[in-house]
């Protein structure tokens, strides 16, 4: 076994677990074998082209980053924004992410509906999603201004794992680990009120909008939902999708005209 197949499977292994990714969900998007990734990550096969240039669009880095000394899909975090993001990867025309809105809208919704038995991680990425494509197609700004990425399970932020680590270091949420119907799933319970100041009228009501209409439904239902509406749908796997795409909506997922 060489020393840069370990590493590389050592790395490709570290990114996975920062996307908070299982074995089975990354073999899934590589269309190969759970036991194949395993092998890849210990190093014992040989990774193919095509599965690296898979593997830096899922992990939103370059090919060099990837096989390089680069650690890659860092999200860093300052006190007013976040930091652009690649050209080569993601081009949007929108204004600069808020990194403490983003925090206090995920508190206004585990405040309001996480404790619902349904809502897990998965629920959570699908109402952010609406969440920040209703307000873009009814505003023309943004709300949070997150960064989403075409996944198979539907549209899933890419800074969130990065967010909610930062939280629980400071105390603003819990992560557990808990049940639906049998099925693992991944719960945050808030640790404090959300800061309202930070929110105004409009953006609430957007947000509220959002969670009287979709957070009863469960990961499955919510998944599929999201997988008619135009942006998911003409956006490539794994690309980031166009915020812009947001106003060839159809009627049935158009918030514009209310």
Do not use: C
């Not at 920040?132 to 890419?158: C, R, S, W």
């Not at 990961?219 to 915020?243: C, F, M, N, R």
Request: proline share 4%.
């Amino acid at each position: 076994m060489s020393n840069q197949k370990k590493e590389l499977g050592e790395k490709i292994k570290v990114l996975r677990k920062r996307l908070q990714y299982s074995q089975d969900k990354l073999a899934e998007l590589l269309k190969i074998k759970r036991s194949t990734l395993s092998q890849i990550e210990s190093g014992q096969r040989d990774i193919k082209s095509h599965e690296i240039k898979t593997l830096a669009r899922i992990f939103n880095i370059s090919t060099d980053e990837l096989l390089g000394q680069a650690p890659g899909l860092e999200v860093h975090l300052s006190h007013s924004e976040w930091e652009e993001p690649k050209e080569e990867l993601i081009r949007i025309s929108v204004p600069q992410k808020n990194i403490e809105k983003f925090k206090e809208v995920l508190l206004y919704i585990l405040n309001k509906v996480g404790a619902k038995p349904n809502v897990g991680e998965t629920v959570i990425y699908k109402l952010l999603y609406f969440i920040d494509f209703d307000f873009y197609e009814m505003f023309e700004e943004q709300l949070i201004g997150a960064t989403y990425q075409k996944n198979h399970h539907g549209p899933t932020p890419v800074e969130f794992a990065k967010i909610m680590e930062d939280m629980i270091e400071n105390k603003d949420i819990d992560k557990v680990k808990s049940k639906y119907f049998n099925y693992p799933q991944t719960k945050y319970l808030p640790l404090r009120k959300p800061n309202l100041k930070v929110l105004k009228a409009h953006e609430l009501a957007v947000i509220n909008d959002v969670l009287k209409r979709l957070s009863d439904m469960n990961a499955g239902q919510i998944s599929e939902y999201s997988h008619q509406d135009v942006p998911w749908l003409t956006t490539e796997d794994l690309k980031i999708i166009d915020y812009e795409s947001v106003f060839y909506r159809t009627p049935a997922y158009s918030r514009r005209d209310e």
